[in-house]
């Protein structure tokens, strides 16, 4: 089933990335002062203090270059946590409807994100820069599903959580978003005869067609 496969597949990633992360840790215990973590703590505190400290958590960055160490890591954290989603989209988008630059989207989007929050900061007049700019952009493609539109959100959210050193918040947001589609998806939760789907059945792609019945003679 493809459903399976793609519940092992996601399962064998995050399992990989983590033992990658705790050995590397293990082995370069410098490497915590560079994690983008600790943003929802500080979110979630009762004195919530402003953004000033969160982008950078850790008190030891201090020169550009632990800074640049700090914004490799938290980029490539966006990146390999929002890759995972565009192989859920790839898996169940019916192929009639399916959009190969949605998928470069939602790969791209949270690196794209994360840089603008990191640019923003507390800057008000950047903020309206950035708005200024987006707003003479025009963007003509519109989305198929409302499924789309929560992939798309989804990497948003990836990358505003990894420019406020928040990226534990996107691990947990990616991880459920994906694992509940999938269950949805597997289920087929909320379908209706005679509806259009825009999502493929949990069945090999690959696999042909039955042959239709050869008609009597």
Not at 122 to 140: K, T
Request: net charge neutral; aromatic share 12%; hydrophobic share 55%.
């Amino acid at each position: 089933m493809l459903a399976l496969r793609l519940f092992a597949r996601l399962s064998f990633y995050y399992v990989a990335v983590t033992l990658v992360v705790l050995v590397a840790l293990r082995f370069f215990p410098s490497l915590h002062a560079y994690m983008p973590f600790g943003g929802v703590e500080a979110l979630m505190a009762k004195a919530r203090p402003g953004l000033e400290g969160m982008l950078a958590p850790n008190a030891e960055i201090g020169n550009l270059r632990e800074s640049v160490y700090w914004l490799v890591i938290t980029i490539l954290g966006a990146l390999f946590t929002a890759w995972p989603v565009s192989w859920v989209y790839i898996a169940v988008r019916n192929r009639k409807d399916y959009d190969q630059s949605l998928v470069d989207t939602i790969v791209i989007l949270p690196i794209v994100v994360t840089s603008i929050v990191i640019i923003v900061q507390n800057s008000l007049a950047l903020a309206f820069s950035i708005a200024g700019i987006a707003a003479a952009v025009r963007f003509r493609n519109s989305l198929k599903s409302s499924g789309d539109a929560l992939f798309i959100l989804l990497a948003v959210g990836i990358g505003l959580s990894a420019g406020i050193g928040a990226l534990e918040l996107a691990i947990v947001m990616t991880v459920a978003f994906n694992y509940v589609f999938l269950l949805l998806w597997v289920t087929d939760y909320g379908d209706r005869a005679d509806l259009k789907k825009h999502y493929m059945t949990d069945c090999d792609p690959e696999e042909p067609a039955p042959a239709a019945a050869a008609e009597p003679s």
